[in-house]
């Protein structure tokens, strides 16, 4: 794991946030429901503040991941990164733009997400695969690559396990590295 710490920009909307968070939790009876929704907007805050406002606050977890898949992809690796949040996804495309990745989320129809599973395991032309845990966390394999960078974590171990397990397989012959 890398701790990345995040811009002062950043700091402050996430400082809001929990400032926010607490207010509102001083409000209302917590129970499971509420107080699972509350952990979320901290998670959405730093994962990627968009979910959360319009202000134009980058996510330095974001901009870090994007600078580490650069390194590896610039070597000709393939690279697999996978977020918790839909919108992740979709900045870290815009970021990594110039490598074509392919994407697998909830937005995409289940025949564009094979396509797109297909194009990077066989296609020396698709070497970044963007994605969330909950769409791609089980039930593909990736073990030609190599790198998978995780933004965030599943809210579970063993979502976590089954995340890593996508390029971490029986099959691989070679080192595995999760970031």
């Given at each position: 794991?890398?701790?990345?710490?995040?811009?002062?920009?950043?700091?402050?909307?996430?400082?809001?946030?929990?400032?926010?968070?607490?207010?509102?939790?001083d409000?209302?009876?917590?129970?499971?429901?509420?107080?699972?929704?509350?952990?979320?907007?901290?998670?959405?805050?730093?994962?990627?503040?968009?979910?959360?406002?319009?202000?134009?606050?980058?996510?330095?977890?974001?901009?870090?991941?994007?600078?580490?898949?650069?390194?590896?992809?610039?070597?000709?690796?393939?690279?697999?990164?996978?977020?918790n949040?839909?919108?992740?996804?979709?900045?870290?495309?815009?970021?990594?733009?110039?490598?074509?990745?392919?994407?697998?989320?909830?937005l995409?129809?289940?025949?564009?997400?094979?396509?797109?599973?297909?194009?990077?395991?066989?296609?020396?032309?698709?070497?970044?695969?963007?994605?969330?845990?909950?769409?791609?966390?089980?039930?593909?394999?990736?073990?030609?690559?190599?790198?998978?960078?995780?933004?965030?974590?599943?809210?579970?171990?063993?979502?976590?396990?089954?995340?890593?397990?996508?390029?971490?397989?029986?099959t691989?012959?070679?080192?595995?590295?999760?970031?």
């Amino acid at each position: 794991y890398e701790i990345v710490e995040m811009s002062d920009e950043h700091s402050k909307f996430y400082e809001a946030i929990k400032n926010g968070v607490k207010e509102e939790a001083d409000k209302v009876h917590l129970n499971s429901s509420n107080l699972l929704a509350l952990t979320t907007r901290l998670r959405q805050a730093t994962a990627c503040p968009s979910v959360l406002t319009t202000q134009d606050v980058m996510s330095s977890k974001l901009e870090r991941c994007a600078e580490v898949a650069e390194e590896i992809l610039d070597t000709g690796e393939k690279v697999l990164i996978m977020c918790n949040f839909v919108e992740s996804v979709v900045t870290l495309s815009k970021l990594l733009k110039k490598y074509n990745p392919l994407l697998g989320t909830g937005l995409q129809e289940q025949g564009e997400i094979e396509n797109n599973v297909d194009k990077f395991r066989n296609s020396g032309n698709f070497n970044l695969f963007i994605c969330t845990h909950s769409k791609m966390g089980t039930g593909f394999s990736f073990p030609e690559c190599h790198y998978s960078l995780m933004t965030d974590t599943p809210w579970t171990d063993a979502g976590l396990e089954q995340s890593i397990d996508r390029v971490y397989r029986i099959t691989s012959d070679q080192p595995v590295f999760i970031k």
